[in-house]
């Protein structure tokens, strides 16, 4: 099968796209959530977002049919190219043949355990990017697959529903458990909006795309008076998970029920800590999760409810 010439793919990738597939007998899986960006101007965008250099290593999680492969691997130093479908496998090591700078790996990204698994690239330094076109369905476990475990990326750009994009950056007020989870290790920022027709075959959602650029140390370990040194990721996820775990009751409530402690306990603490116990959790700035998980954390057992 002949590649999509170098000298019109930005021109013709539209058109480009469903030929490749036809020619192969395939057809895009829903269940995989294969909607293939290809309008240039989006692709360009994510690109430009990622700030690549010849020093980059860059994985890209579900890299489909290869348009966003390319254009990586014209900036960046390597390209790791992770692909779950294997028949889109073969298409693309016969797409990007001519790219010496990308290896294509076949499996399943949420099966990288940690750094025994993951590709020797992504562990030279922590250097490394991940810039993808994120299949809905796991948007929120890719992100956590990366932002919880080592090495983490320097820098993630990812393209995922809009409205899932939205509740990312979002800020007190309107946070979600995915913000806390996400702005727990980084700042997000929505940098582009895609609309359903830049994609083929164009999804139902519009989509956006996210900036993440990853702290070296989670933002909350350097909150003033946190006392970050006592802060346990696992604890203060805890804590978190409790407190949206029944987003329409009050802290008092939710932290109560979630945690199994009196709600008097529960409303003392957040006192303490200036929280008013009638707040909900989506109110809550990262800090101030952070000046709840010491005092909570240390109530004996004997005082639980």
Same mark, same amino acid.
């Given at each position: 099968?002949?590649? /999509?010439?170098?000298?019109?793919?930005? %021109?013709?990738?539209?058109?480009?796209?469903? %030929?490749?597939?036809?020619?192969?007998?395939?057809?895009?899986?829903?269940?995989?959530?294969?909607?293939?960006?290809?309008?240039?101007?989006?692709?360009?965008? /994510?690109? %430009? =977002?990622?700030? !690549?250099?010849?020093?980059?290593?860059?994985?890209?999680?579900?890299?489909?049919?290869?348009?966003?492969?390319?254009?990586?691997?014209?900036?960046?130093?390597?390209?790791?190219?992770?692909?779950?479908?294997?028949?889109?496998?073969? /298409?693309?090591?016969?797409?990007?043949?001519? !790219?010496?700078?990308?290896?294509?790996?076949?499996?399943?990204?949420?099966?990288?355990?940690?750094?025994?698994?993951?590709?020797?690239?992504?562990?030279?330094?922590?250097?490394?990017?991940?810039?993808?076109?994120?299949?809905?369905?796991?948007?929120?476990?890719?992100?956590?697959?990366?932002?919880?475990? *080592?090495?983490?990326?320097?820098?993630?750009?990812?393209?995922?529903?809009?409205?899932? =994009? *939205?509740?990312?950056?979002?800020?007190?007020?309107?946070?979600?458990?995915?913000?806390?989870?996400?702005?727990?290790?980084?700042?997000?920022?929505?940098?582009?909006?895609?609309?359903?027709?830049?994609?083929?075959?164009?999804?139902?959602?519009?989509?956006?795309?996210?900036?993440?650029?990853?702290?070296?140390?989670?933002?909350?370990?350097? =909150?003033?008076?946190?006392?970050?040194?006592? /802060? *346990?990721? =696992?604890?203060?996820?805890?804590?978190?998970?409790?407190?949206?775990?029944?987003?329409?009751?009050?802290?008092?409530?939710?932290?109560?029920?979630?945690?199994? !402690?009196? $709600?008097?306990?529960?409303? *003392?603490?957040?006192?303490?800590?200036?929280?008013?116990?009638?707040?909900?959790?989506?109110?809550?700035?990262?800090?101030?999760?952070?000046?709840?998980?010491? $005092?909570?954390? %240390?109530?004996?057992?004997?005082?639980?409810?």
């Amino acid at each position: 099968m002949k590649r /999509i010439d170098n000298g019109r793919r930005t %021109a013709d990738v539209r058109q480009s796209i469903p %030929a490749l597939l036809r020619a192969h007998s395939l057809h895009p899986r829903k269940s995989l959530g294969q909607n293939f960006l290809v309008d240039p101007v989006a692709l360009g965008r /994510i690109v %430009a =977002a990622a700030e !690549l250099s010849s020093d980059d290593v860059v994985v890209e999680v579900g890299a489909g049919l290869g348009t966003l492969t390319r254009p990586l691997a014209e900036r960046a130093g390597h390209v790791i190219a992770l692909e779950l479908d294997n028949h889109l496998v073969e /298409i693309l090591r016969e797409q990007l043949a001519d !790219l010496p700078n990308v290896d294509i790996v076949h499996g399943d990204v949420l099966q990288f355990s940690g750094s025994a698994s993951y590709p020797e690239r992504m562990l030279s330094n922590r250097g490394y990017k991940v810039v993808s076109n994120l299949p809905y369905q796991i948007t929120s476990a890719v992100l956590r697959h990366f932002l919880e475990k *080592e090495p983490r990326p320097r820098l993630m750009v990812v393209t995922v529903q809009r409205e899932v =994009a *939205e509740r990312i950056v979002a800020g007190p007020g309107k946070m979600s458990l995915l913000a806390v989870s996400v702005q727990f290790y980084g700042q997000p920022r929505l940098v582009a909006r895609i609309p359903a027709g830049a994609f083929y075959p164009p999804p139902q959602v519009n989509s956006a795309v996210v900036r993440i650029d990853v702290a070296e140390q989670p933002a909350v370990w350097q =909150a003033e008076g946190a006392d970050a040194d006592q /802060i *346990e990721e =696992a604890a203060f996820f805890r804590v978190v998970r409790a407190g949206f775990s029944q987003k329409r009751k009050t802290l008092r409530n939710s932290l109560s029920a979630g945690l199994g !402690l009196s $709600p008097a306990l529960v409303e *003392e603490v957040l006192e303490q800590a200036g929280v008013k116990p009638q707040r909900r959790a989506e109110t809550l700035s990262l800090q101030e999760w952070a000046h709840l998980v010491k $005092p909570l954390g %240390a109530i004996p057992r004997q005082d639980r409810g």
